[in-house]
Every structure is written in C-alpha cells, then in structure tokens.
Nanobody, 116 residues
Framework: QVQLVESGGGLVQPGGSLRLSCAAS????????LNWERQAPGKERELVAT????????IYVDSAKGRFTGSRDNAKNTVYLQMNSLKPEDTAVYYC?????????WGQGTQVTVSS
C-alpha cells in the first residue's frame, strides 16, 4: 500500500525558508522519481519539482527557480523540498506524488502560508 506523508509546512514571513518532507512507503523508493506539486486557493494544481532517482531536481515553476531545491534521502525513504526567499505567491498546499505501476498517488498535503 503506497503511502506518502508530507510535513514541514507552516506560516512563514516573506523572505523566510521552509523545508518540506515527504515520507514514503509501500514501494521501492529508490527506484522511483518523486514529484512536488502545489495548489493555491482558487488555482489549479501545478507541478513544482521532480526529483530523480539519482537525487537531482528540476524546478518547473519559473518564479521558484533559484529559490527551491528538491532532494531525497533513499536511506530514509524521504524526499524534500527546500524553499528559500519565500513569497506570498508561494502560499499553497504542497503535495508529493509518485507514479507506481501506472497509478498516481498523493499524500494529504501540507499547508504553506507566506504572510507578514
């Protein structure tokens, strides 16, 4: 049974940092790409980052490039999203996603609120 559990969200002031974590189980973690997505209020969900099996990350949101970095720890079955210089427009629920045997799985999400 695939499970993804996100954590690390919260309220942070503009310019601050957060590190999101996603603990995974139920599949061979080291063999799968993991993704981070986010959904802001009233907006469609968007893909933020992909972390490869080798641990490199690609950031897809132009405004997040240079500020966000994805990483993983295969020994802990955990993927991370380091977010620096946070802006109010980064406010969203952040989800991790994996595609396993043709099916997509998401966690419950973690709320990130950037506000002064």
């Amino acid at each position: 049974q695939v499970q993804l559990v996100e954590s690390g969200g919260g309220l942070v002031q503009p310019g601050g940092s957060l590190r999101l974590s996603c603990a995974a189980s139920g599949f061979i973690f080291a063999s799968h790409f993991l993704n981070w997505e986010r959904q802001a209020p009233g907006k469609e969900r968007e893909l933020v980052a992909t972390i490869t099996t080798a641990g490199s990350s690609t950031i897809y949101v132009d405004s997040a490039k240079g500020r966000f970095t994805g990483s993983r720890d295969n020994a802990k079955n955990t993927v991370y999203l380091q977010m620096n210089s946070l802006k109010p427009e980064d406010t969203a629920v952040y989800y991790c996603r994996v595609v396993y045997r043709g099916y997509a799985y998401w966690g419950q999400g973690t709320q990130v609120t950037v506000s002064s």
